[in-house]
């Protein structure tokens, strides 16, 4: 079976996606696409020489045509943020090179699942399912996948525990609005306001007291602090994607967040932002909408407004 992947972007993001996926995932093919084709090939090479310690996948440079037979299709292509930049600061920029993608890379690959990487993911996302129409399941932003295991890797120092044993969500807009949807929160299936009267030995498993609120504002300000500190964030978003990559091939329909043209869900329609998703082999199978308390909802519906109110002051 040839599993193929077109990665459009040959940045540190995209590199970084493409060496994941050679490290860890069922992916046999790998494309890399930029207007840069020194970049791409030059990053397509380091990386197939890899292959031998790692898995045997085919990676290389190449051009849209290329991206033909294409099961998914990742776009990280897009101005980076600067220091100091919000991500809705860059809307415009990356909305023109969306739109000069979005027909070509279609044209080639039509059945794609497509997985939107740049930012403001929210937007783009929105941005590229109206330009090229594609149906819902095949269009997905990244979105708050990479809020949400910060998260979870703040709340399992908290509470000294395995990163994976610990279950909570960043829901609306990867950005400024987003929230930590508490009143979902558990801990392997104990919920988060139970699992200290749970633990019956709390000197060997220590909880470290917090406010929500500082973990929250951790959530936001990782990416900010990373990309003040380095230049620019890839690590984390690159497991992301592969984890997504994974989940699609696998056909295990597993729930995570992910940006999607929300049909109704919380009384909001025609905007993109990360709810939870059922993502299988043919892309989002179905979107959920857990009973959340009246402030979460109110947070979420105020996210949908702030991403609303940007598109409106765009030109797509």
């Known amino acids: 079976m040839n599993n193929k992947v077109t990665i459009i972007g040959a940045g540190s993001v995209g590199a970084t996606i493409a060496y994941t996926l050679v490290v860890d995932s069922p992916v046999s093919e790998i494309v890399l696409i930029d207007v840069n084709h020194d970049k791409a090939r030059g990053e397509a090479l380091d990386i197939k020489q890899a292959t031998p310690f790692l898995s045997p996948t085919k990676v290389y440079e190449g051009t849209y045509e290329d991206a033909e037979g294409s099961d998914i299709v990742v776009i990280t292509s897009g101005i980076g943020r600067k220091p100091g930049q919000s991500r809705i600061d860059l809307a415009q920029t990356n909305v023109d ?20 990487v740049a930012n403001p993911v929210d937007v783009l996302t929105y941005v590229f399912a109206k330009v090229t129409g594609l149906p ?16 979870r890797t703040r709340l399992s120092e908290l509470y000294s525990i395995n990163q994976k044993q610990v279950h909570a969500y960043v ?10 949807a508490w009143s979902t929160a558990d801990i392997t299936g104990i919920p988060l306001n139970d699992y200290d009267d749970a ?6 498993l220590p909880i470290t007291p917090y406010q929500r609120e500082e973990v929250e504002e951790y959530v936001r300000k990782s990416g900010g602090k990373i990309i003040a500190g380095k230049g620019a964030t890839f690590y984390g978003i690159a497991a992301s994607v592969c984890h997504i990559v994974k989940c699609i091939y696998s056909g295990a329909d597993t729930v995570m967040t992910l940006s999607t043209l929300l049909e109704g869900e919380y009384g909001i329609s025609d905007v993109c932002l990360s709810t939870l998703c059922v993502l299988g082999n043919s892309g989002i199978l179905s979107t959920l909408a857990p009973k959340m308390s009246d402030d979460e909802t109110e947070k979420f519906r105020r996210s949908a407004e702030t991403i609303k109110n940007v598109i409106a002051q765009l030109n797509i």
């Not at 819902?136 to 998260?151: A, E, F, M, P």
């Not at 633990?199 to 060997?204: F, G, M, S, Y």
């Open 199 to 204: 633990l019956t030995n709390k000197t060997v």
């Open 171 to 180: 829901l609306g807009e990867h950005g400024d609005t987003s929230f930590v």
């Open 97 to 116: 090179i969306i739109k000069s993608i979005a027909p070509e890379i279609v044209k080639h690959a039509p059945n794609a699942i497509y997985v939107i």
């Open 136 to 151: 819902k399941r095949q269009v997905l932003g990244s979105g708050t996948i990479l809020d949400t295991i910060r998260l």
